[in-house]
T-cell receptor, first 115, second 109 residues
Framework: GAVVSQHPSWVICKSGTSVKIECRSLDFQATTMFWYRQFPKQSLMLMATSNEGSKATYEQGVEKDKFLINHASLTLSTLTVTSAHPEDSSFYIC???????????FGQGTRLTVV | GQNIDQPTEMTATEGAIVQINCTYQTSGFNGLFWYQQHAGEAPTFLSYNVLDGLEEKGRFSSFLSRSKGYSYLLLKELQMKDSASYLCAVKDSNYQLIWGAGTKLIIKP
């Protein structure tokens, strides 16, 4: 199957700092990638849809100025959590679906802890 | 609103069979997915149903009834490694995945 690589797997940062998470499609081109957040024992919550070469589409309640998304190439999308706070601590996961495929392929996820 | 319901937690015995149910109410339907997620890891794809009926894949089977807004995932010959959360997800009319909260499956020896 297709491979989506996410980096880093985990990160600890101080309150007020920014953290960048990368999501790469290794063996296919992804015009669209999805960013999810998952709190413990809860469902995957779609944060935003990342579109190559254009602005991301954010879900209701997600602050676009806080969660900056850049999709500059067909194989890379980045999510930057700006001015992180402890409540931003969560599991962040990206996904993409290769053309012609039905299922979504997920990155390994990034465990963010803000202290 | 859109809603997907599945039990929060289930317990089963190694070697047995377990059925995890999922009911959904979504704006449109373009397929139902089951994913397995181990703690701290990303979900991995198990099955996809878009037409009514049963899809079998090894020890795992998935059933869909679109008229009832209902699906189940059937796991046979349970192994300890099957202990995980099982997520039901539906693609709505906009082809966006709507996720259930997941069912935590605990396998006991």
């Amino acid at each position: 199957g297709a491979v989506v690589s996410q980096h880093p797997s985990w990160v600890i940062c101080k309150s007020g700092t920014s953290v960048k998470i990368e999501c790469r499609s290794l063996d296919f081109q992804a015009t669209t990638m999805f960013w999810y957040r998952q709190f413990p024992k809860q469902s995957l919550m779609l944060m935003a849809t990342s579109n190559e070469g254009s602005k991301a589409t954010y879900e209701q309640g997600v602050e676009k100025d806080k969660f900056l998304i850049n999709h500059a190439s067909l194989t890379l999308s980045t999510l930057t959590v700006t001015s992180a706070h402890p409540e931003d601590s969560s599991f962040y996961i990206c996904s993409a679906t290769p053309g012609g495929e039905t299922e979504a392929f997920f990155g390994q996820g990034t465990r963010l802890t803000v202290v | 609103g859109q809603n997907i319901d599945q039990p929060t937690e289930m317990t089963a015995t190694e070697g047995a069979i377990v059925q995890i149910n999922c009911t959904y109410q979504t704006s449109g339907f373009n397929g139902l997915f089951w994913y397995q997620q181990h703690a701290g890891e990303a979900p991995t794809f198990l099955s996809y149903n878009v037409l009514d009926g049963l899809e079998e894949k090894g020890r795992f089977s998935s059933f869909l009834s679109r008229s009832k807004g209902y699906s189940y995932l059937l796991l046979k010959e349970l192994q300890m490694k099957d202990s995980a959360s099982y997520l039901c997800a539906v693609k709505d009319s906009n082809y966006q995945l709507i996720w259930g909260a997941g069912t935590k499956l605990i396998i006991k020896p």
